[in-house]
């Protein structure tokens, strides 16, 4: 019996390697195109981070500020009014600040690249002509911000606009995703601070007239905000003067400047007022009680209050608070018509 041995064919080297080629290439292709995809479908973050402990993480923000220069270069802001209202923002990965402000013509932001400790002025997007030529307070909420603009003489009305951040770094003038129009008695429908959170399923939206007497609360259907169905409700409206401070830290309330919604991890909701009253630079902290069942008169708390030793700036300009993904908060103030920013960092 002969056994018949099978030999083997010699490899063809060159084949293999343009095989491997041609492998490498069609994954690199399709790896590729998964992450464009990926890039396209990623939607906007419409939510700010939690912090574990709000009062605490306040009550660590330090007495005294840093000074963060700006370079203005060539820009000017418009004659009239002043600065409003300031925030930090990441936009496609690069840190700014963005200061609102009002003038005799346009409501406006300024935008401000921050690297290290230095800025530099790279834009002023002007918002709204005349009549509608005050931008006030305002507040960033992930990928966007939400701002009130105001008609500041005749204080009949005003509008609340919600902004992507890109937009910010785009040609022209920005465009809100989001509008809601005012119209009321004298003061009563203006619009000179406004803060934004995510909470409970859906957004609140903190709107404060003028010396922030009353603040009318929205809630909006729990959409995101890149949902073409998104909208606001006007909830109800608190009354400072009509306010049960029975339970207070104590009776004072100012006409703040500033307000920016904070929630914890546990889903409670703060709001911080700025503002300046009696020479002072004053930061007040309120638990916002959301529940249905709470009686309107009752649905600020407050919990206490911090004097803070701004320098060159003042809360009676721009203010506002940080909230960074490692859960600190850091508050910034700015100039009345200066470039200039303090930051009030934990100790």
Request: hydrophobic residues 40%; charged residues 25%.
């Amino acid at each position: 019996m002969t056994t018949q041995r099978t030999v083997p064919k010699p490899v063809d080297y060159a084949f293999s390697g343009r095989m491997l080629a041609v492998l490498i290439l069609i994954a690199s292709l399709l790896l590729t195109g998964a992450m464009a995809r990926s890039r396209s479908e990623a939607q906007p973050v419409d939510v700010n981070p939690r912090i574990s402990d709000v009062p605490a993480a306040l009550n660590e923000v330090s007495q005294t500020p840093h000074e963060l220069a700006c370079q203005a270069g060539d820009f000017t802001i418009p004659a009239g009014g002043h600065f409003q209202g300031i925030q930090q923002a990441m936009i496609r990965g690069e840190r700014f600040a963005i200061i609102s402000g009002s003038s005799d013509s346009d409501s406006y932001f300024v935008l401000a690249s921050i690297e290290n400790s230095t800025g530099r002025i790279i834009a002023l997007k002007r918002l709204l002509p005349r009549p509608f030529k005050h931008a006030g307070g305002f507040q960033v909420l992930g990928d966007y911000l939400a701002v009130g603009i105001e008609d500041n003489d005749a204080k009949g009305s005003s509008k609340i606009w919600i902004l992507e951040l890109s937009q910010l770094l785009g040609p022209g003038r920005p465009k809100p995703i989001v509008e809601i129009e005012r119209r009321g008695e004298y003061k009563r429908a203006t619009a000179g601070a406004v803060a934004i959170a995510k909470a409970r399923g859906r957004h609140f939206l903190f709107v404060a007239t003028w010396d922030s007497a009353m603040i009318d609360i929205y809630a909006s259907n729990g959409k995101t905000l890149h949902d073409h169905d998104f909208a606001f409700e006007l909830r109800e409206t608190w009354q400072a003067d009509k306010a049960d401070r029975s339970s207070w830290f104590d009776r004072h309330y100012a006409a703040y400047q500033n307000i920016n919604l904070v929630v914890d991890r546990n889903g409670r909701v703060f709001m911080v007022g700025f503002g300046r009253t009696n020479d002072q630079n004053v930061m007040d902290i309120f638990e916002v009680k959301l529940g249905e069942s709470v009686p309107t008169a009752k649905r600020f708390e407050k919990l206490g209050r911090r004097i803070l030793g701004c320098r060159k700036t003042s809360f009676r300009s721009g203010s506002g608070l940080v909230i960074t993904d490692s859960g600190a908060l850091t508050v910034l103030s700015c100039g009345h018509r200066e470039f200039v920013i303090e930051r009030f960092e934990p100790d």
